[in-house]
T-cell receptor, first 109, second 116 residues
Framework: GQNIDQPTEMTATEGAIVQINCTYQ??????LFWYQQHAGEAPTFLSY??LDGLEEKGRFSSFLSRSKGYSYLLLKELQMKDSASYLC??????????WGAGTKLIIKP | DTAVSQTPKYLVTQMGNDKSIKCEQN?????MYWYKQDSKKFLKIMFS???????INETVPNRFSPKSPDKAHLNLHINSLELGDSAVYFC???????????????FGDGTRLSIL
């Protein structure tokens, strides 16, 4: 079966750095997405990785290792507005998006 | 200008009723989707349409019927609503179904369906 694992919840301090991990086992791989979802709102696109390595976009970076079936989202200089759920999703061989349950990130002052 | 808009935002109704949720996108995308997000926050794909044609139909009860009058609209009709249908339903769109360049999906604000 297809499976995406992320921690259920993480807590971090404003101004700090946090890394949210995602491991996946899917039938094929055509890329991995990270989305942010604030409570009661729609998911919004953060990043896409299809090749191994680190993609940096401002305070957010995303890393992929295809051989390990592993990705992480790195958030730097955390702000209170970063409190949200972060969803990892993998595009499988049929170009279907397989979603993780998301990691709820709580930022404390 | 809302990119993906769905109505209504809230829907409270009784078991056994029939209801519809509408979705429209003004992004010129080819593909539209319906997702169900339950209380555990899993996003589960229900349907996917590409240029008005169904391309994914996951195992959902046939009480759920999508309708796409044109590629900018994908509506969801639900017959004989059950308690387990209570969830948030998201409409989304993307440029194509084979996002080899990582075309992201753009989501509507969701419809919160509560069955009494």
């Amino acid at each position: 079966g297809q499976n995406i694992d992320q921690p259920t919840e993480m807590t971090a301090t404003e101004g700090a750095i946090v890394q949210i991990n995602c491991t996946y086992q899917t039938s094929g791989f055509n890329g991995l997405f990270w989305y942010q979802q604030h409570a009661g709102e729609a998911p919004t696109f953060l990043s896409y990785n299809v090749l191994d390595g680190l993609e940096e976009k401002g305070r957010f970076s995303s890393f992929l290792s295809r051989s390990k079936g592993y990705s992480y989202l790195l958030l730097k200089e955390l702000q209170m507005k970063d409190s949200a759920s972060y969803l990892c999703a993998v595009l499988d061989s049929n170009y279907q998006l397989i979603w993780g349950a998301g990691t709820k990130l709580i930022i404390k002052p | 200008d809302t990119a993906v808009s769905q109505t209504p935002k809230y829907l409270v109704t009784q078991m056994g009723n029939d209801k519809s949720i509408k979705c429209e996108q003004n992004l010129g995308h080819d593909t539209m989707y319906w997702y169900k997000q339950d209380s555990k926050k899993f996003l589960k794909i229900m349907f996917s349409y590409n240029n008005k044609e169904l391309i994914i139909n996951e195992t959902v009860p046939n009480r759920f019927s999508p309708k796409s009058p044109d590629k900018a609209h994908l509506n969801l009709h639900i017959n004989s609503l059950e308690l387990g249908d209570s969830a948030v339903y998201f409409c989304a769109s993307s440029q194509s179904t084979s996002p080899e360049v990582g075309q992201p999906q753009h989501f509507g604000d969701g419809t919160r369906l509560s069955i009494l």
